[in-house]
Nanobody, 127 residues
Framework: QLQLVESGGGSVQPGGSLRLSCTASGFTLDSYGIGWFRQAPGKEREGVSCVSAGGTSTYFSDSVNGRFRISRDYAKNTVYLQMTSLKPEDTGIYYC????????????????????WGQGTQVTVSS
């Protein structure tokens, strides 16, 4: 059974950090671009970041660029999203997704560029 599982969410104060994990079971992530999306209450899901299959290309939304970092651990079949300097507007459910190509390139923040999705993990940034 193909499955993506996110973990690492939680509640933090503004300025804090979290590291989200996206682990696959039933298949390997090596050949696919992996994206992170988030959805805040009452808002549409938006692309946050993406890493290509080889890890050579990374993409970030303007709102998180410079604060978030994405990386892959091929041995653990896991992609990480390191989030620092968190802000209240980063609050939402974070989803990881497996792309339909090794590098989504300019489609990285489009939901239709991804085939499989995890169930999401909640991130809350509040004082």
């Amino acid at each position: 059974q193909l499955q993506l599982v996110e973990s690492g969410g939680g509640s933090v104060q503004p300025g804090g950090s979290l590291r989200l994990s996206c682990t696959a079971s039933g298949f390997t992530l090596d050949s696919y671009g992996i994206g992170w999306f988030r959805q805040a209450p009452g808002k549409e899901r938006e692309g946050v970041s993406c890493v290509s299959a080889g890890g050579t290309s990374t993409y970030f939304s303007d709102s998180v660029n410079g604060r978030f970092r994405i990386s892959r651990d091929y041995a653990k079949n896991t992609v990480y999203l390191q989030m620092t300097s968190l802000k209240p507007e980063d609050t939402g459910i974070y989803y990881c997704a497996m792309g339909d190509y090794s590098d989504p390139s300019d489609r990285w923040n489009r939901q239709d560029a991804y085939n499989y999705w995890g169930q999401g993990t909640q991130v809350t940034v509040s004082s």
